[in-house]
């Protein structure tokens, strides 16, 4: 499966930066707004934007379930900021996590970081935070990939990953990348 189709969901946020940044990369991208966006997707990205916002959206376009059930039938999914709190359990419930919401602070301490992401290759990535959610609790099965001042803001539980933090606002496709390999993974495995 060389050109992948990737979904993103599109109800709110800066889906169109994932979109370049999954096309440059060699993707097909779908933009997701109601149920029927989400059939012959291999991935699915959440972007940041505003949870309770998607959330409204997601509840408005009767988009929960299936998202569930995408999920639930192991289609990597890749949520970032507001979409890693669209993923914990007081959302869809598919992360075994609960995220605090502007766990960094307002949008006027929004900041950028070097961190170390478990898993991705090439020295520490440049994390841009904007009112961005840290995790604040976790179950078992869910691994922390990056930590910063000891909360986790990158973790993965099997297909499912997510990041606290606008890797699409950068110039650097790894997480993108590593999301994509994920992605033909599942597409080989199923032949």
């Known amino acids: ?42 991935g699915l990205v959440i972007p940041g934007g505003e949870s309770t916002t998607m959330t409204l959206g997601i509840e408005r376009e009767r988009l929960a379930e299936p998202l569930r059930t995408l999920a639930g039938a192991g289609v990597p999914v890749l949520g970032t900021c507001a979409g890693l709190i669209v993923l914990d359990r007081d959302h869809l419930g598919l992360l075994d996590v609960r995220a605090r919401r502007n766990a960094f602070g307002r949008q006027v301490r929004s900041f950028e970081a070097e961190l170390e992401l478990a898993g991705i290759d090439g020295g520490p990535l440049r994390a841009i935070f904007i009112r961005a959610p840290w995790v604040d609790e976790r179950g078992e099965g869910v691994e922390v990939l990056a930590a910063l001042d000891g909360h986790p803001v990158a973790v993965r539980e099997e297909h499912l990953l997510a990041i606290a933090f606008h890797p699409e606002l950068g110039d650097d496709d790894r997480i993108h990348a590593h999301f994509l390999a994920l992605v033909r993974e599942r597409a080989a495995a199923r032949g």
């Open 1 to 42: 499966m060389d050109a992948p189709l990737v979904g993103i969901l599109a109800l709110q946020g800066d889906f169109e930066a994932h979109a370049r940044m999954l096309r440059g990369l060699g993707a097909h991208v779908r933009e997701v707004r109601v149920p029927a966006d989400l059939d012959g997707l291999g």
